[in-house]
Each structure stands twice: as structure tokens, then as C-alpha cells.
T-cell receptor, first 115, second 116 residues
Framework: GAGVSQSPRYKVAKRGQDVALRCDPI?????LFWYQQALGQGPEFLTY????????KSGLPSDRFFAERPEGSVSTLKIQRTQQEDSAVYLC?????????????FGPGTRLLVL | AQKVTQAQTEISVVEKEDVTLDCVYE???????LFWYKQPPSGELVFLIR??????QNEISGRYSWNFQKSTSSFNFTITASQVVDSAVYFC?????????????FGPGTRLSVLP
């Protein structure tokens, strides 16, 4: 497809369960971002990849959150031992170039509900 | 530090009315970029516009127009002759060009409801 895709679109997890969220960026895009969007709020930055290198993970809320992009394309955001406060929409975005100021193109998000 | 404020939480208008969504930003940098995104009920953020800090010329795209004023640190978005399909949450965002990673700061969004 031409756009950013994410899977699953919806995920319900029991508290304490591990989850993995997948992002397929636009082909050839160098930069990949993960955001967390709580209900009624704007997206908040989690982490950034330039190709396979994770250059910024300052937004990850705890060490239960882990992201990877091993081959510089598909990325996975993993949340271990999920908590209710992890319930949110997780958005992935990609951009063709490196550097701030570049337009980011977003996927549809994965809506995570932790019970 | 960067900050984006969208003071209007929710706006309701009747179809064909004009509506302006406000965005006020804070940054210490002289070079920066401003964005507007639309988030329809489907959830995907749709890119609308990107402006750099050196270009204050207002822009019009169909029914959409943007008014960038550095003097008031504002980047307002106007929809002319609104339509039901314009109903969505609209986000204003700010970024700095010489950083990467945590360089996108979003406002809290304005929920626009266009009633038939």
C-alpha cells in the first residue's frame, strides 16, 4: 500500500499481558516515529528511528516499553506487563528524510485497551 | 521549551458556515515549522499543511486557508463554507528543523462538528 499501515487496529489485553504492535512505514522512508495518544489529547512522542538505529527513546514512559526496527523498515513496539494506564492509541509515522521539520505521515493507529 | 496551545476544545457550526481554529505556539528558535493535521473518526492523522517560520505569506487551498502571524505566534486555520465531512479533530503541531526525534509537539486538538 501507499501509506503507513499498522496492525492490529484494535487490541484488548489483560493487565500483565505482553503486547506487540506493528508498523509498516511508507517504502523508502528513513525516519520512523511512535506516538502515544491518550483519549482527548494530542499525540505524544515515544521514540524515533533513523533506518534501523533508535536515536531517541526519551518519550518511552517506562522500561516496559521497547521498540525495534531491525532491518530499517518494519517496526514493532512492545509493551511488557501491560497496565491500565497503557490504554491509548499508538500511532506510527514515517518521513522520507532525516531531520526535524520534515512532514510526518501517520498510520491509522492501534487502539490498545488494557483491562 | 516548545508548546502548542489550541484554546478551543470543541466547536460546532452549521454546514456552510465559516470557522476558524486557533493555534498559538511557543518556541525559542527562530527557525521552525508549523503543521496542521486532521484526525477523522477513523483515527488516521491526515497532513494538511506545513509552513516554515520564514514564510508568513498566507496560504489558501480550496476551502482551507491559513493565517501565520509571527508577531502573535499564531497559525490559525479557517475553513470556508464548512461541510459535514470536515467534522474531525484538528491538531496544530510545531517542530524544529535541526533536531530529530522528539521534535514534533502537538497541541491538544480542536474537535470540530459540522451539523447538517
Amino acid at each position: 500500500g501507499a501509506g503507513v499501515s499498522q496492525s492490529p487496529r484494535y487490541k484488548v489485553a489483560k493487565r500483565g499481558q505482553d503486547v506487540a504492535l506493528r508498523c509498516d512505514p511508507i517504502s523508502g522512508h528513513v525516519s520512523l516515529f511512535w506516538y502515544q495518544q491518550a483519549l482527548g489529547q494530542g499525540p505524544e512522542f515515544l521514540t524515533y528511528f533513523q533506518n534501523e538505529a533508535q536515536l531517541d527513546k526519551s518519550g518511552l514512559p517506562s522500561d516496559r516499553f521497547f521498540a525495534e526496527r531491525p532491518e530499517g523498515s518494519v517496526s514493532t513496539l512492545k509493551i511488557q506487563r501491560t497496565q491500565q494506564e497503557d490504554s491509548a492509541v499508538y500511532l506510527c509515522a514515517s518521513s522520507p528524510l532525516v531531520g526535524g521539520g520534515e512532514t510526518q505521515y501517520f498510520g491509522p493507529g492501534t487502539r490498545l485497551l488494557v483491562l | 521549551a516548545q508548546k502548542v496551545t489550541q484554546a478551543q476544545t470543541e466547536i460546532s457550526v452549521v454546514e456552510k458556515e465559516d470557522v476558524t481554529l486557533d493555534c498559538v505556539y511557543e518556541t525559542r528558535d527562530t527557525t521552525y515549522y508549523l503543521f496542521w493535521y486532521k484526525q477523522p473518526p477513523s483515527g488516521e492523522l491526515v497532513f494538511l499543511i506545513r509552513r516554515n517560520s520564514f514564510d508568513e505569506q498566507n496560504e489558501i487551498s480550496g476551502r482551507y486557508s491559513w493565517n501565520f502571524q509571527k508577531s502573535t505566534s499564531s497559525f490559525n486555520f479557517t475553513i470556508t463554507a464548512s461541510q459535514v465531512v470536515d467534522s474531525a479533530v484538528y491538531f496544530c503541531a510545531l517542530s524544529e528543523p535541526f533536531t530529530y526525534g522528539q521534535n514534533f509537539v502537538f497541541g491538544p486538538g480542536t474537535r470540530l462538528s459540522v451539523l447538517p
